[in-house]
């Protein structure tokens, strides 16, 4: 008698979208994962913003990222309009990650909790302008990891300087592929959780400031093509999402309902923290949707 071949168990990937300050709303919906014991993730896929929310949710680390937000992001050093008018950088990364670096985080448990998944941050290269993918194990150097992070966030329109990582530069991931699930679906997720930072209508429109940030950025060609297509490139990873699921991936969409009181650089704490109850609640929110219908299940 012929053996019948087992069927592989579905693996599960969240996505995590950047955005900023916006940040802030996943912030929210990942301490709501966290409080529900929600934890069924293979891999992690993060995005800027994304990729460093993701840093205290792998680690267990409950409201550290709010703590980050409203804390160190908030900090008169890191967002300066002055300090940007003058020719420097409009966000201090290199004095924010350093901060981050020393804020408690738990290597070992983050480490532990890396065992036989994959975190995978998306840079974008300043010289092809394509995305690049860095996976990251259980194994991981500190100082490979925070650089990567930085990269990530690394937009040119606040950070003047591109990041060196093994001999090319890097700049922010999301100029590239700001929502990898379609490189979560090659990579063999069958079941893909997304979390934004934009309503789930929400789509870019060509502007007049994209193409003039093209122009200042004309001497890097690849780059600046990046910055003037942004919204073609954010709008088809959004076209890819619907594709994904008449291919019959399994999709699971949070966002807000409408747009966020935050901003990319908001530096009002007030609002700050109502998007990040507005995370908490909707994250809350989904896994009690999730837990009534796995108990409406035939057993």
Known sequence: MQKQKVKSPNKTALV???GGMRGIFSAGILDAFMDKRYRQFDGF????????????FIAGQRGRNLDIYTGACLEPHFISLKRHMKGSNLFDLDWLFDRIRRQHMNIDKFRSNLQGKT?????????????????FDEHFELDHLFTVLKASSALPMIYRQAIAIEGRNHVDGSLSDPLPVMKAAEDGYQNIFILRSRESQFRKKASSANRLLAWQFRKQPELAELIRQQYSIYNEALENIEQLKQDGITITEIAPD???SSTRSTRDRARLVS????????????????NQAEALQPA
Do not use: M
């Open 16 to 18: 995590v979208e950047g």
């Open 45 to 56: 896929y993060g995005v800027s913003a994304g990729a460093l929310n993701l840093v205290s």
């Open 258 to 260: 409408a747009s966020l």
């Open 119 to 135: 975190f995978t941050i998306v840079t974008s290269c300043a010289s092809t302008g394509y995305p690049v993918y860095h996976n």
């Open 275 to 290: 998007d990040y109850h507005k995370g908490y609640s909707t994250g809350f929110s989904l896994l009690q949707q999730l």
